[in-house]
T-cell receptor
Framework: AQSVTQLGSHVSVSEGALVLLRCNYS??????LFWYVQYPNQGLQLLLK??????LVKGINGFEAEFKKSETSFHLTKPSAHMSDAAEYFC????????????FGKGTRLSVIA | DGGITQSPKYLFRKEGQNVTLSCEQN?????MYWYRQDPGQGLRLIYY???????QKGDIAEGYSVSREKKESFPLTVTSAQKNPTAFYLC???????????????FGDGTRLSIL
């Protein structure tokens, strides 16, 4: 069975500071990994995804994530936070074999302080 | 533009009533999903469907029912058996599911259900 753990239900950063949102996964097979963002009262929007190949993945809005197999991690980063980045972020994992839906983490709420 | 439409955006239910949440997609996706979102609990899978006339229970299917008569539509009924239905409900779709073709799921903007 696959699972996702997001460390920290709430992260607060100053505008212009580094954003680091942590995600660790558990999977018995090579994983596909995703980060989504959710703004209030809206659905989820895909930020970036890792399937195979390059382990550093760049996404929209200046975000990137690095797949580290040895650490079973897929942390999301952004060098400089903007006020518009305030939202909830979800990490998700799926398998490249079998027929199972994505498994989501519980989310991390990012606050950006002016 | 293609996308997923959920309606209504806000819905109120009286005790003992069934209510149906609509989800329509024009992305020509085979797979569709329903999630429930509660504060601090992330997304929990209610039901999913990989093809017309077929669907599977997710992690919290009790008190819910679905149908998949058309590829474009996947309505969710919250029955009176669901004791705590107040939540934000999200519908999603993907091109396919599994077998190396896990496509990122596209989401609707959700329906917020409240009990009167």
């Amino acid at each position: 069975a696959q699972s996702v753990t997001q460390l920290g239900s709430h992260v607060s950063v100053s505008e212009g500071a580094l954003v680091l949102l942590r995600c660790n996964y558990s999977s018995s097979v090579p994983p596909y990994l995703f980060w989504y963002v959710q703004y209030p009262n809206q659905g989820l929007q895909l930020l970036l995804k890792y399937t195979t190949g390059a382990t550093l993945v760049k996404g929209i809005n200046g975000f990137e994530a690095e797949f580290k197999k040895s650490e079973t991690s897929f942390h999301l980063t952004k060098p400089s936070a903007h006020m518009s980045d305030a939202a909830e972020y979800f990490c998700a994992v799926s398998s490249n074999s079998g027929n199972t839906p994505l498994v989501f983490g519980k989310g991390t709420r990012l606050s950006v302080i002016a | 533009d293609g996308g997923i439409t959920q309606s209504p955006k806000y819905l109120f239910r009286k005790e003992g009533q069934n209510v149906t949440l609509s989800c329509e997609q024009n992305l020509n996706h085979d797979a569709m999903y329903w999630y429930r979102q509660d504060p601090g609990q992330g997304l929990r899978l209610i039901y999913y469907s990989q093809i017309v006339n077929d669907f599977q229970k997710g992690d919290i299917a009790e008190g819910y029912s679905v149908s998949r008569e058309k590829k474009e539509s996947f309505p969710l009924t919250v029955t009176s058996a669901q004791k705590n239905p107040t939540a934000f409900y999200l519908c999603a779709s993907s091109k396919q599911m599994g077998q190396g073709l896990n496509q990122p799921q596209h989401f609707g903007d959700g329906t917020r259900l409240s009990i009167l």
